[in-house]
């Protein structure tokens, strides 16, 4: 349990966002963000599925905070569901603010991911 009262499950990624990656209001963008949070799921549910996967679906996102320029940005991850073919995978991204003094939970999501055969379509997850 964190302080945030939580558990987030496992680190996948750490990534500081670049001046690009900031839109007019000097945040960064959301698009940015999930693409990040993509990124960490995917790593997972390759793991899980022992080989290629696809994003299928985005459940319950939810923006929480804004990330600024110079965050630190955590994206954790622990399982939620787990089906014949796909998992779901609930993603947290923590923000880390101030060299490391603050913490603020910026967004979360459940992300889906489908497992793929070589023909890209559906096939059975690997028996854990």
Known sequence: MNHFGEVL???ILR?????ADINSNGHIFG????????IAGGIVAGRIA???CATV??????????ILLRDLISVYARIER??????AIRLDVIASRNRGE???????GVFTFVALDDDFRPRALSEK
């Open 9 to 11: 499950g496992e680190p």
């Open 50 to 52: 022992q080989g290629a």
């Open 82 to 87: 787990r089906g014949r073919t796909s998992v």
């Open 102 to 108: 603050d913490e603020v939970k910026v967004t979360s």
């Open 15 to 19: 990534v500081v966002p670049q001046p």
């Open 57 to 66: 679906a985005i459940e319950t996102m939810q923006f929480l905070a804004p």
């Open 31 to 38: 698009g940015w963000v999930l693409s990040q949070m993509d």
